[in-house]
């Protein structure tokens, strides 16, 4: 048996439907698919859960990471250490699959080997459509660079811990997860032979990216600092990057209480106030739940601030809510991610809440 790993959060419908419909065509059915929500909205949640209900192949769980950066090492994890299956594949909800993609897992199943597939990417006006997997037409095809459709042996995966779960938001925990069970002596195949997968388009997370403050979370420069955090895992030549705790995730429990905790501290912008919160005041917190709310200075926004700084006289210094959203996210996926937190951005793009249990 071969279990099939999606990961997903707040995407449309219409591609899950057309990913699980090409895996109900499979000619082996000798598989299971294994959906994880990490964190999706509510209402969408409740229509997933209904949509994969159809597929009796398949298993519907939701994960409460609403209000955390999107992780999918994190939810890969989660899922590793909870299959019976000698075997899984790292799937993505944009995939529509050959009607012999699972007949060709089973004929590559290997407990020393990993495999990985050519991916074939579809347009924005090609994904919108029904069609049979031969008659979509292929704007380009993956390489062996790309190397996140893989075919996994499970109990490799959980003796180097899973993938490196610093690896937040987008890029590289793919390319690692290969890098370090390579060092640990298993073999890496790239399969092209046949085109077996096609890829829906979306917009990636580098074209959504924004300089400004955004609803949707996003840490400026990330997809760099995951590049650099990958080269020093090769050069560092790691195996084993994760806490004992990996795959660990926060509960319903420690979602509503962190959601319904009332004692707050607010915090302006100032660059002292933020750096000694982060330096000094979160990493001696403990034994209990810190809520914080940073706001901007109104002393900032007044005519006798700007006179005075235009006068060159001394003013306090301040971090735009930008800056601050992103030295926080940083200091979350560097030092935190483990402990059970949620972090806000304010509709009207205002104010941030962390809130952290320790």
């Known amino acids: 048996m ?39 909205d509510q209402d969408l949640a409740i229509k997933v859960k209904d949509l994969i209900a159809n597929y009796n192949f398949a298993k519907y769980e939701y994960l409460f990471t609403k209000y955390q950066p999107w992780n999918k090492s994190k939810a890969l994890n989660y899922a590793v250490k909870k299959i019976t299956a000698d075997y899984c594949f790292n799937a993505d909800v944009d995939m529509i699959f050959h009607p012999e993609f699972t007949s060709v897992l089973e004929k590559n199943k290997d407990l020393d080997k990993l495999v990985y597939f050519q991916v074939g990417f ?9 069609l049979n ?12 660079e790309a190397t996140g459709m893989t075919l996994f042996p499970v109990q490799k995966l ?38 077996l997968m096609l890829h829906q388009w979306h917009k990636n997370y580098r074209q959504r990216e924004t300089q400004k403050l955004n609803l949707e979370l996003q840490l400026s420069r990330i997809v760099e600092i995951n590049s650099i955090h990958l080269k020093y ?10 806490s004992p705790k990996w795959g660990e995730i926060s509960s319903e429990f420690d979602f509503k209480q962190l959601e319904t905790f009332e004692n707050e501290l607010i915090l302006t912008n100032e660059t002292d106030v933020i ?28 005519l006798k601030y700007k006179i005075k700084k235009a006068a060159g006289k001394k003013v306090p210094n301040y971090f735009s809510l930008k800056e ?35």
């Open 133 to 144: 997997f031969d008659d979509y037409k292929i704007k380009f095809l993956t390489n062996e």
């Open 122 to 130: 579809l347009s924005e006006e090609e994904s919108s459509k029904d």
């Open 233 to 242: 895992n090769v050069e560092n030549q790691k195996v084993i990057v994760n």
């Open 275 to 302: 750096d000694h919160f982060l330096f000094v005041k979160l990493p001696k917190f403990q034994d209990g739940i810190l809520s914080v709310r940073f706001i901007q200075d109104e002393f900032q926004s007044t």
């Open 2 to 40: 071969i279990t099939i790993l999606y990961t997903y959060r707040n995407r449309n419908l219409e591609r899950i439907k057309r990913s699980l419909d090409s895996l109900k065509k499979q000619s082996n059915q000798n598989f299971e698919v294994l959906f994880i929500d990490y964190g999706s």
């Open 158 to 195: 959980r003796d180097i811990q899973g993938f490196d779960e610093f690896f937040h938001f987008w890029g590289s925990e793919d390319t690692d997860i290969h890098n370090r069970l390579k060092k640990q002596g298993c073999q890496i195949e790239f399969y092209n032979s046949k085109l």
């Open 324 to 358: 601050i959203n992103d030295k926080v996210l940083l200091h979350i996926i560097s030092f935190y991610h483990t402990y059970p937190y949620s972090y806000k951005i304010s509709k009207d793009l205002k104010s941030i809440t962390f809130r952290i249990k320790k």
